[in-house]
């Protein structure tokens, strides 16, 4: 058996479910474990995320653990290793997932510094946007940032959600944008 074929490899480098034109997401596996650490371990990409601090490696640790329950509990959904397809390099990853607590999906990444500014954000955001409605037949969408989070704002907007104003998860006020499959969906409340 070769190297490329045997299970070992294709534990470590799983086939992409999804291609972009310069991406393809694959689950992510033990094996990734220093990647996301030396992603969260950069103090320009957790600037904005959760506390602002870098992750530990035991963060990473649970991170790790919970992901493959996450893809057996919730098929379709979940955070996907991103990768170059002209060269295999590691972007960072794409999630599709709920926010916990929540019966909201939120279409999410973190890049890898080297990889801002080139377009990846939106190509990976938009494709997810895309398979969420067309392939999970999802009705709403949100992406969820810190408030002077002004680049992934304008990302979220570009992959064609909408400022929808203030919200509050992961336990902070966060600015909400969204994205409806059908507009005619929204229901009408009355007036009191």
């Known amino acids: 058996m070769s190297a490329e074929l045997s299970p070992r490899n294709a534990a470590r480098n799983p086939e ?27 103090p320009r990409v957790m600037r904005y995320i959760g506390n602002g601090r870098e992750s530990t490696r035991e963060q990473i640790d649970d991170i790790m653990q919970r992901l493959p329950r ?20 590691f972007v960072g990853w ?15 990444y973190r890049l890898r510094h080297a990889a801002w500014g080139r377009g990846f954000a939106t190509e990976g955001g938009r494709a997810l946007v895309r398979y969420g409605f067309d392939g999970l037949g999802l009705h709403r969408i949100i992406g969820v940032t810190h408030p002077e989070n002004a680049a992934s704002q304008r ?38």
Request: proline share 7%; hydrophobic share 35%; with cysteine.
């Open 70 to 89: 996450v893809y057996a509990l919730y098929p379709g959904l979940g955070t996907w290793r991103a990768t170059r397809r002209d060269n295999g390099d």
């Open 155 to 192: 990302v979220l907007q570009k992959i064609g959600l909408t400022d929808a104003g203030w919200g509050h998860y992961y336990g902070r006020p966060v600015r909400v944008f969204e994205s409806v499959c059908n507009t005619q969906w929204r229901p009408e409340w009355p007036m009191a």
């Open 94 to 108: 794409f999630a599709l997932k709920y926010i916990p607590g929540t019966a909201e999906v939120e279409v999410g």
């Open 16 to 42: 992409p479910w999804l291609k972009t034109p310069r991406l393809a997401l694959h689950e992510i596996t033990r094996y990734h474990a220093n990647e996301l650490y030396e992603l969260d371990a950069d």
